[in-house]
C-alpha cells in the first residue's frame, strides 16, 4: 500500500477503535505508535490523528483488508482479556470492511485457542484464504 491518505486514515480507523472507550492505555498506544512506524507515518501526523480523526476509507485489496483486520484483533487484545463488546465491534469491522462473516466469526472463536488470544497472522490468512476460494 502506498497512498498516504489510506495509510493515515487507516490508522485513524484503529485509534478510533482502540478510544472506543474514551481511554487509550499505553500499551495500546505503543502498539499504535509501532503500525504508525511500519506505514511510514511521521510522529507528529501520528500524534495529530490521535486528537483529529480523520474519515476511513475502504481498502480495494481484500490482502490488505485481512492485514487491517489482523491489526484491529491484535489491538483489541492487547490486555490478553476477552470483552463481548470489542469481539462485537471487532465483527461488526470486518463486515464493513466486507470480510466473510463465516471467516470473521471463525477468527474470533479460535482466539480463545492461542497465548494471549493472538491468532497468529498465518493462521488468520488462511482462514480468509478458505472462504475467499
Known sequence: MSNRVEKLSLLSEMIAFAKE???????EFNFL???SKQLN????????LI???IGG?????????????H???LLAHLDSSKNPTEEAKLFNYGLKMG?????????????DGFPDRIVPAAVLIDIFRTQYN
Do not use: A, C, W
Open 21 to 27: 472507550d474514551d481511554t487509550l492505555k499505553p500499551i
Open 41 to 48: 507515518i511521521s510522529r507528529e501526523d501520528f500524534d495529530y
Open 71 to 73: 491489526r484491529l484483533v
Open 99 to 111: 470480510l466473510n462473516h463465516d471467516s470473521i466469526l471463525r477468527v474470533l472463536y479460535l482466539m
Open 57 to 69: 476509507i475502504t481498502l480495494k485489496s481484500y490482502s490488505e483488508r485481512i492485514v487491517q483486520f
Open 51 to 53: 486528537s483529529n480523526p
Open 33 to 35: 505508535l509501532g503500525v
